[in-house]
């Protein structure tokens, strides 16, 4: 069964400082991996998506994540944290399930939420 | 913007009452997804439609839940006899594809329905 972890409750940086939010996961076969953020009050917004190729995958508003697949990770990463980046950030897995040819129901962690400090 | 739209934005309800959740897809979305987020945890999956058709009803937690696309377009979950443990977040999502695998969900905002 696919799941997904995130060992971070909160992750704490100073505003332009890098920053870096953890996920690990578990799936049987390929892995197609998802960041979303959510705001206060908000839906998910997409940020980025592993698929296949390159292990260093560009995202939305400067994210970017790193998969690894020796040690089932995907961690999400920017340069230069912002204030605004403050939010709760989701990862997630493909659950796939073969009806109609597939489709990509989610399977989120816990979340982890960024505090960006001034 | 043509996001996918839900309401109403918050609801209350007595312990009891049934109660329906809409969701308005971005136009001509094929696929389209219903999540329940609890307090203070990530969403997880309910039931998902390709067009009208529901193919997979799985993560619904009890015969209290239905949804129902009727035209392949507008998505209401229904939930009755609501108890307290209802009370959490109902997100509704969708996609552009049906059987494409990698495309992203849209998300709306969400329902936040409380259960006094």
């Known amino acids: 069964a696919q799941s997904v972890a995130q060992p971070e409750d909160q992750v704490n940086v100073a505003e332009g400082n890098p920053l870096t939010v953890k996920c690990t996961y578990s799936?049987?076969?390929?892995?197609?991996l998802f960041w979303y953020v959510q705001y206060p009050n908000r839906g998910l917004q997409f940020l980025l998506k592993?698929?296949?190729?390159?292990?260093l995958v560009k995202g939305s508003y400067g994210f970017e994540a790193e998969f690894n697949k020796s040690q089932t990770s995907f961690h999400l990463k920017k340069p230069s944290a912002l204030v605004s980046d403050s939010a709760l950030y989701f990862c997630?897995?493909?659950?796939?399930?073969?009806?109609?040819?597939?489709?990509?129901?989610?399977?989120f962690g816990a979340g982890t939420r960024l505090a960006v400090h001034p | 913007g043509a996001g996918v739209s839900q309401s109403p934005r918050y609801k209350v309800a007595k312990r009891g009452q049934d109660v329906a959740l809409r969701c308005d897809p971005i136009?001509?979305?094929?696929?389209l997804f219903w999540y329940q987020q609890a307090l203070g945890q990530g969403p997880e999956f309910l039931t998902y439609?390709?067009?009208?058709?529901?193919?997979?009803k799985s993560g619904l937690p009890s015969d209290r839940f239905f949804a129902e696309r009727p035209e392949g377009s507008v998505s209401t979950l229904k939930i009755q006899r609501t108890q307290q443990e209802d009370s959490a977040v109902y997100l509704c999502?969708?996609?552009?594809?049906?059987?494409?695998?990698?495309?992203?969900?849209?998300f709306g905002d969400g329902t936040r329905l409380s259960i006094l």
């Open positions: 999502a969708s996609s552009l594809g049906g059987g494409v695998r990698n495309q992203p969900q849209h």
């Open positions: 799936v049987s076969g390929n892995p197609y």
């Open positions: 592993y698929i296949t190729g390159d292990n």
């Open positions: 997630a897995v493909r659950g796939f399930r073969e009806f109609s040819g597939g489709y990509n129901k989610l399977i």
């Open positions: 136009s001509g979305h094929v696929s």
């Open positions: 439609f390709q067009n009208e058709a529901q193919l997979d």
